[in-house]
């Protein structure tokens, strides 16, 4: 595909997601009840808030997710989250690379995420079917902390335009072994089962975004630019958060977990951390607030998101993220969930 037409499609994309987006849509975390105890013997002031997530040692169990990056218009986002990032010392991805693979023009487009916060942690992202060279490239452009490689099958087959190999896993294996930095295995949105969780760990994966069904739908997005609109049975495909969260429930102790999408609230973190994720990512609700507020704005909406979480924390009885871990008594699953549940226990 032409470069310019690339950078076009990264424009589409902000535009549909923010056009087709809905804070108030109910996702599978809204069939996640909490237990309630209303002798918590907590105090707000003793909550500590540090999570290990694989080799680091974060201050706050989030992350700004990837999403963005290839254009004029998507770089001055970029720049701008990579100030809110510093700000609240949040990790952040950007979104995919490939375009500033391709043209190396595009590059600052990216590189301004770095520019905005030399000290804060920043992770590249790339499609899974890239060279160990492209990958080499997208690290250095960023003087990356981490890499994700995405899987985005689904995306890819509704796009018009899209990839038809999806023959990736001796790929990740290879990058994952030679690269000096963690590679995360990320999905764009449709979920991660305890199959692909199992092959991915025996390929050397460590650390694994499970991308779930419930923010923002990349399906739809990529319907909504073919001319029939003929794939709309595609809108609800895959599995939720929630649903994967369950799923990798047993994994290694030595994986890690991220759960991003459909988290829009504290709550839906808490619920996450609870549901055994090490961290959460937000994408579809930042890229929101950024489009209608100022960046002074977005840092006091994501330090008061922060300080709401550990109100919520001192709520459910936990002191320290670890606590949160060991909560799973306190979950109320929908029928729905609860079903789910059994099946994986066929």
Same mark, same amino acid.
């Not at 105890?37 to 974060?58: F, H, M, N, R, S």
């Not at 375009?99 to 520019?115: E, G, H, N, Q």
């Given at each position: 595909?032409? =470069?310019?037409? +690339?950078?076009?499609?990264?424009?589409?994309?902000?535009?549909?997601?923010?056009?087709?987006?809905?804070?108030?849509?109910?996702?599978?975390?809204?069939?996640?009840?909490?237990? /309630?105890?209303?002798?918590?013997?907590?105090?707000?002031?003793?909550?500590?808030?540090? &999570?290990?997530?694989? @080799?680091? %040692?974060?201050?706050?169990?989030?992350?700004?997710?990837?999403?963005?990056?290839?254009?004029? =218009?998507?770089?001055?986002?970029?720049?701008?989250?990579? @100030?809110?990032?510093?700000? *609240?010392?949040?990790?952040?991805?950007?979104?995919?690379?490939?375009?500033?693979?391709?043209?190396?023009?595009?590059?600052?487009?990216?590189?301004?995420?770095?520019?905005?916060?030399?000290?804060?942690?920043?992770?590249?992202?790339?499609?899974? !079917?890239?060279?160990?060279?492209?990958?080499?490239?997208?690290?250095?452009?960023?003087?990356?902390? &981490?890499?994700?490689? /995405?899987?985005?099958?689904?995306?890819?087959?509704?796009?018009?335009? !899209?990839?038809?190999?999806?023959?990736?896993?001796?790929?990740? +294996?290879?990058? *994952?072994?030679?690269?000096?930095?963690?590679?995360?295995?990320?999905?764009?949105?449709?979920?991660?089962?305890?199959?692909?969780?199992?092959?991915?760990? =025996?390929?050397?994966?460590?650390?694994?975004?499970?991308?779930?069904?419930?923010?923002?739908?990349?399906?739809?997005?990529?319907?909504?630019?073919?001319?029939?609109?003929?794939?709309?049975?595609?809108?609800?495909?895959?599995?939720?958060?929630?649903?994967?969260?369950?799923?990798?429930?047993? /994994?290694?102790?030595?994986?890690?977990?991220?759960?991003?999408?459909?988290?829009?609230?504290?709550?839906?973190?808490? @619920?996450?951390?609870?549901?055994?994720?090490?961290?959460?990512?937000?994408?579809?609700?930042?890229?929101?607030?950024?489009?209608? /507020?100022?960046?002074?704005?977005?840092?006091?909406?994501?330090?008061?998101? =922060?300080? +709401?979480?550990?109100?919520?924390?001192?709520?459910?009885?936990?002191?320290?993220?670890?606590?949160?871990? %060991?909560? *799973?008594?306190?979950?109320?699953?929908?029928?729905?969930?609860?079903?789910?549940?059994? *099946?994986?226990?066929?």
């Amino acid at each position: 595909m032409p =470069q310019n037409q +690339q950078s076009h499609r990264k424009d589409e994309h902000i535009s549909l997601a923010e056009k087709y987006y809905h804070a108030a849509e109910p996702n599978a975390f809204d069939q996640v009840r909490l237990r /309630h105890d209303a002798l918590p013997e907590t105090d707000v002031a003793a909550i500590q808030t540090t &999570a290990t997530v694989g @080799k680091w %040692q974060w201050p706050f169990p989030l992350y700004i997710e990837a999403m963005t990056g290839g254009s004029t =218009q998507t770089g001055a986002l970029n720049a701008r989250l990579g @100030k809110i990032a510093a700000a *609240t010392h949040l990790p952040m991805a950007t979104g995919s690379q490939s375009v500033a693979i391709k043209d190396a023009s595009l590059a600052p487009t990216f590189s301004c995420v770095r520019d905005n916060d030399p000290q804060g942690l920043v992770f590249g992202n790339l499609g899974a !079917g890239h060279s160990l060279t492209a990958a080499k490239t997208a690290i250095k452009m960023l003087n990356a902390d &981490a890499l994700e490689l /995405h899987l985005n099958v689904v995306q890819e087959l509704v796009m018009p335009e !899209g990839d038809r190999h999806f023959k990736w896993l001796a790929n990740i +294996q290879a990058i *994952t072994a030679a690269l000096p930095i963690p590679v995360i295995i990320k999905e764009v949105g449709f979920g991660i089962s305890r199959p692909t969780m199992t092959k991915l760990y =025996q390929a050397g994966v460590r650390y694994l975004d499970l991308g779930g069904h419930g923010g923002t739908n990349f399906a739809d997005i990529e319907n909504r630019r073919r001319p029939q609109r003929e794939m709309s049975y595609l809108s609800d495909f895959g599995l939720s958060t929630v649903e994967s969260l369950l799923a990798v429930q047993d /994994h290694p102790t030595d994986l890690t977990i991220l759960a991003a999408g459909g988290i829009r609230t504290p709550l839906d973190a808490i @619920k996450a951390l609870i549901l055994g994720a090490d961290a959460v990512g937000m994408a579809g609700v930042v890229l929101h607030e950024l489009l209608h /507020h100022t960046d002074a704005e977005v840092i006091q909406w994501l330090q008061d998101w =922060q300080a +709401q979480f550990k109100l919520l924390m001192a709520l459910v009885g936990a002191t320290t993220i670890a606590d949160l871990h %060991q909560l *799973t008594d306190k979950l109320i699953l929908s029928p729905d969930l609860l079903a789910y549940q059994t *099946t994986l226990k066929k």
